[in-house]
């Protein structure tokens, strides 16, 4: 598994097109998903057991913003997974995108370590996503 080899707890994931959110634990990995209706877009924080102890608070918004705030010491951490919307958006779209991200920041973003990944894609999944993504898990 590639979290395994790198030495990875924490790994945020854009384009997992899974429907519905939830939580899938697969060996000593738990990911905790948020798609739509329809298998597109989707985010996903997937973290190491050692991690899923910290997680206090899931925030699953929408199919392009999750978040889990993690007890620690001296101040807890808020870790982002967002899925920006490209240029090809309307412009109110991307306009309550960063209105929704900023709401999470204002309410759990107080006295903690944020953490958030601004990306448009990932190479990682390729092909069947579902697949590849819970493959990396084992």
Not at 51 to 57: F, H, L, T
Not at 72 to 98: G, R
Request: hydrophobic share 35%; charged share 30%.
């Amino acid at each position: 598994m590639e979290m395994q080899k790198n030495n990875e707890s924490v790994l945020g994931v854009s384009e997992v097109r899974w429907t519905g959110l939830g939580e899938i634990r697969r060996g000593d990995y738990t990911a905790y998903y948020s798609g739509g209706e329809r298998a597109e877009r989707g985010v996903a924080i997937v973290v190491h057991k050692s991690v899923v102890r910290s997680a206090v608070k899931k925030i699953v918004c929408n199919d392009r913003i999750i978040a889990v705030k993690l007890k620690a010491e001296p101040v807890s951490i808020l870790i982002m997974q967002v899925y920006m919307p490209t240029s090809e958006y309307e412009d109110d779209e991307v306009e309550k995108f960063y209105d929704t991200t900023e709401e999470i920041l204002e309410e759990d973003g107080k006295m903690t370590q944020t953490a958030s990944y601004w990306e448009t894609g990932i190479e990682l999944l390729e092909g069947n996503h579902t697949r590849t993504l819970l493959d990396r898990m084992d």
